[in-house]
């Protein structure tokens, strides 16, 4: 049975995977068929695009590979569901839109099995973090 010898984290947007940088490289460098990789991964996140995608890649002895699709990052999450381009420079001086309760329980069931929270009452408070962090209030 073959080896994992590396492990390896990349955030790649949803069906567009191709050999040119960040991913090339990074797949060059562990040994793995760049192509074989670009056409699975485009395959499996196809019914995601627009969306990033987080992807862990176990590279094993023998240059084969497995990997694992995750949800997108919780700031991307909220990012959408609150029609946001993008986070505050400044978060604690200047807010860049809201998110109510209700929305971030929404977000919490896409992410509740990637998240550290035993029920959605933690698992709100975690996104609401996060949201806090990129300068949108949190209307309770």
């Not at 590396?6 to 068929?33: C, E, F």
């Not at 056409?39 to 890649?57: E, H, L, T, W, Y």
């Not at 977000?107 to 806090?132: F, Q, W």
Request: glycine share 8%; aromatic share 6%; charged share 25%.
């Amino acid at each position: 049975m073959a080896e994992i010898v590396k492990k390896i984290k990349l955030q790649i947007q949803a069906g567009q995977a191709n050999p040119a940088p960040p991913v090339g490289p990074v797949l060059s460098q562990a040994g793995i068929n760049i192509q074989d990789f670009c056409a699975q991964f485009n395959d499996k996140s196809k019914d995601r695009m627009g969306q990033v995608v987080p992807v862990s890649i176990f590279v094993y002895d023998d240059k084969s590979f497995k990997f694992n699709l995750h949800e997108a990052p919780a700031s991307h999450l909220i990012k959408g569901k609150i029609k946001l381009k993008k986070g505050s420079g400044e978060p604690h001086k200047t807010k860049v839109g809201s998110i109510t309760k209700k929305q971030l329980e929404e977000i919490y069931e896409v992410k509740k099995d990637e998240l550290s929270a035993n029920d959605v009452e933690g698992g709100v408070k975690i996104l609401a973090g996060t949201a806090r962090s990129m300068g949108v209030t949190v209307e309770w």
